[in-house]
């Protein structure tokens, strides 16, 4: 049975910070894709920064720069730093974890389409 529970959310004034976690329990990952998506009231989700098994990363346009996606295997878990952050920011926030698009190393970039296996519950992100 594959968990995954974020933690981390909250109300952050403009400009602040928030650091994401999401702890995956009851899988054991090796070549896939993890993510972060967000989904703001009345729009669709959307990715936000997608990381493989061998470390390479890819950002959302309105997120470079100020988000920094991580994972430590160790752990089972990935991160999300916020940085920088704004009302446009506000949102749920998921991870997900085994992308059915990941073809391998160099095809991180399609990490960022929903098409997952598995889902989090969500971090409610607040910013004012």
């Known amino acids: 049975h594959v968990q995954l529970v974020e933690s981390g959310g909250g109300s952050v004034q403009v400009g602040g910070s928030l650091r994401l976690s999401c702890e995956v329990s009851?899988?054991?990952?090796?070549?896939?894709?993890m993510a972060w998506f967000r989904q703001a009231p009345g729009k669709e989700r959307e990715g936000v920064a997608a990381?493989?098994?061998?470390?390479?990363?890819t950002y959302a346009d309105a997120v470079k720069g100020r988000f920094t996606i991580s994972k430590d295997n160790a752990k089972n878990t990935l991160y999300l730093q916020m940085n920088s952050l704004s009302p446009a920011d506000t949102g749920m926030y998921y991870c997900?974890?085994?992308?059915?698009?990941?073809?391998?190393?160099?095809?991180?970039?399609?990490?960022?389409?929903?098409?997952?296996?598995?889902w989090g519950q969500g971090t409610q992100v607040t910013v004012s």
């Open positions: 009851g899988y054991t990952y090796s070549s896939i894709c």
């Open positions: 990381i493989d098994s061998t470390g390479s990363t």
């Open positions: 997900a974890a085994d992308s059915l698009l990941y073809g391998g190393p160099g095809s991180v970039e399609y990490c960022l389409s929903p098409e997952y296996n598995y």
